[in-house]
C-alpha cells in the first residue's frame, strides 16, 4: 500500500500570491492533518479533518484553509502568502478515534516565497 | 506557548552506546506521548508511543520511559547504530485532540 502522499515537493511563490498543496492519505484512513514546520521547529499543527469536515484549527490566520474530499484526500490553501509562511508542509493521515491514534506524514511540500 | 520542550537540541553517541532523548511536557492533560524520527528531505516516521497509564513501553532496541509526577519523558535506545542518526521530535496530546510537537533533537551516532 501506499503512504501519504503530497505534491508538490517544491514550490517557489512570491509574496502576496496564493498557493494550495495537495494530499492523499493510507487507504483506509478517514482523518487528514496539516502541519507547518518552520527549520528549527517541530511540527505545528494546523487543521484536522475527519470525514470532510474541520476537526481542529490550530493558531493560523484565516488566510490558511483547507478542505477535505469525499475520496479523503485534501488540500491546504494558503492566500497573501508572506515570507512567514515559507516553510516544510507536512500532511499526515490517521485511522482518527483509536486512543492509541498514530500520525503517518507525508514527505512535505517545501514552500519557499521570495 | 511551547507545551513540548526538548531542551538539548542536539546528542552524539558512539555507536553501541545507549543514547538518551528527553522531553518535557508543561499541560497535565496530556495523556498519550509519541516518539518520531525524521532523517532530511522525508516525513517524520513513527517509532513508539505510550499512554499515561503506563510509565514504559519498550519495542525492539527503543524503550520510552513516562513519569508523569515530573512531565517527562525519555527515549532509549540500545544500542545505537549509525542508521539511528536522524531528528528525533516528541509529541503529545490530550485525549483525542491535536498532537503537540517538540523542537526536535538532532542525534548523531559516530561509528
Known amino acids: 500500500d501506499a503512504g501519504v502522499t503530497q505534491s508538490p515537493t517544491h514550490l517557489i511563490k512570491t509574496r502576496g500570491q496564493q498557493v494550495t498543496l495537495r494530499c492523499s492519505p493510507i487507504?483506509?484512513?478517514?482523518?487528514v492533518s496539516w502541519y507547518q514546520q518552520v527549520l528549527g521547529q517541530g511540527p505545528q499543527f494546523i487543521f484536522q479533518?475527519?470525514?470532510?469536515?474541520?476537526?481542529g484549527r490550530g493558531n493560523f490566520p484565516d488566510r490558511f484553509s483547507a478542505r477535505q474530499f469525499p475520496n479523503y484526500s485534501s488540500e491546504l490553501n494558503v492566500n497573501a502568502l508572506l515570507l512567514g509562511d515559507s516553510a516544510l508542509y507536512l500532511c499526515?493521515?490517521?485511522?482518527?478515534?483509536?486512543?492509541?491514534?498514530?500520525?503517518?506524514f507525508g514527505s512535505g511540500t517545501q514552500l519557499s516565497v521570495l | 506557548d511551547q507545551q513540548v520542550k526538548q531542551n538539548s537540541p542536539s546528542l552524539s553517541v558512539q555507536e553501541g552506546r545507549i543514547s538518551i532523548l528527553n522531553c518535557d511536557y508543561t499541560?497535565?492533560?496530556?495523556?498519550?506521548f509519541l516518539w518520531y524520527k525524521k532523517y532530511p528531505a522525508e516525513g517524520p516516521t513513527f517509532l513508539i508511543s505510550?499512554?499515561?497509564?503506563?510509565d514504559k513501553n519498550e519495542d525492539g532496541r527503543f524503550t520510552v520511559f513516562l513519569n508523569k509526577s515530573a512531565k517527562h519523558l525519555s527515549l532509549h535506545i540500545v544500542p545505537s547504530q549509525p542508521g539511528d542518526s536522524a531528528v528525533y521530535f516528541c509529541?503529545?496530546?490530550?485525549?483525542?485532540?491535536?498532537?503537540?510537537f517538540g523542537t526536535g533533537t538532532s542525534l548523531t551516532v559516530i561509528p
Open positions: 499541560n497535565s492533560m496530556f495523556d498519550y
Open positions: 479533518y475527519y470525514e470532510k469536515e474541520e476537526r
Open positions: 505510550i499512554s499515561s497509564i503506563k
Open positions: 487507504s483506509g484512513h478517514k482523518s
Open positions: 499526515a493521515s490517521s485511522s482518527l478515534g483509536t486512543a492509541n491514534e498514530k500520525l503517518f
Open positions: 509529541a503529545a496530546r490530550p485525549f483525542t485532540s491535536q498532537f503537540y
